[in-house]
Antibody, heavy 119, light 110 residues
Framework: QVQLVQSGAEVKKPGASVKVSCKIF????????LHWVRQAPGQGLEWMGW????????NYAQKFQGRVTLTRDTSITTVYMELSRLGSDDGAVYYC????????????WGQGTLVTVSS | QSALTQPASVSGSPGQSITISCSGTSSDVGGYNYVSWYQQHPGKVPKLMIY???KRPSGVSNRFSGSKSGYTASLTISGLLAEDEADYYC??????????FGTGTKVTVL
């Protein structure tokens, strides 16, 4: 069955970078875009960007332009989200989400990765 | 890209119907039928409830329905149950080939 498995929680200092992985199981990796969404404590969902696992093409929310990089490794069916120059307001749960099935909607989600930013 | 506008909270008694609105612009909700809705219980992963404005994924109760008029999409929950108490988010594809979420609505079952 379809599963998205993310890497574990991270604690980072302000100004550092974090890289979160998302491994895909259960469908052809290159067939569906993969998105990243974050949720700060007590806050709403925030879309960050997508990657086309086939071509490697990406698109990012304007808010994160220049600070987020999405990459993939097709050999291990894994997508990565790297966020640089972390600030205290980047502390959040980061989710990967696949548009598998509908092609446009986030039907399958990773379990979430908590990123804590603290000096 | 500004977040889509949703009411902060909506409440209803068991068995009643409630509607959550999601207001956008011509660049998102008004321009595309790629509007979807997500349910999120505390501490849980969001769950897709409605896609393409009004389609339900397999396994989602037909008590959930969606619609759109102009720049505003809506999610209606009929026959409200205690288990429907959760946060709900809309999202839309945009003219920049990006996505934008709504501000979120807390549904309370009285």
């Amino acid at each position: 069955q379809v599963q998205l498995v993310q890497s574990g929680a991270e604690v980072k200092k302000p100004g550092a970078s974090v890289k979160v992985s998302c491994k895909i199981f259960g469908y052809t990796f290159t067939d569906y875009y993969l998105h990243w969404v974050r949720q700060a404590p007590g806050q709403g969902l925030e879309w960050m960007g997508w990657i086309n696992p086939d071509s490697g093409g990406t698109n990012y929310a304007q808010k994160f332009q220049g600070r987020v990089t999405l990459t993939r490794d097709t050999s291990i069916t894994t997508v990565y989200m790297e966020l640089s120059r972390l600030g205290s307001d980047d502390g959040a749960v980061y989710y990967c989400a696949s548009v598998y099935n509908t092609g446009w909607d986030f039907e399958y989600w990773g379990q979430g990765t908590l990123v804590t930013v603290s000096s | 890209q500004s977040a889509l506008t949703q009411p902060a909270s909506v409440s209803g008694s068991p068995g009643q119907s409630i509607t959550i609105s999601c207001s956008g612009t011509s660049s998102d909700v008004g321009g595309y039928n790629y509007v979807s809705w997500y349910q999120q219980h505390p501490g849980k992963v969001p769950k897709l409830m409605i896609y393409n404005v009004n389609k339900r994924p397999s396994g989602v109760s037909n008590r959930f329905s969606g619609s759109k008029s102009g720049y505003t999409a809506s999610l209606t929950i009929s026959g409200l149950l205690a288990e429907d108490e959760a946060d709900y988010y809309c999202t839309s594809y945009t003219s920049s080939s990006t996505y934008v979420f709504g501000t979120g609505t807390k549904v309370t079952v009285l």
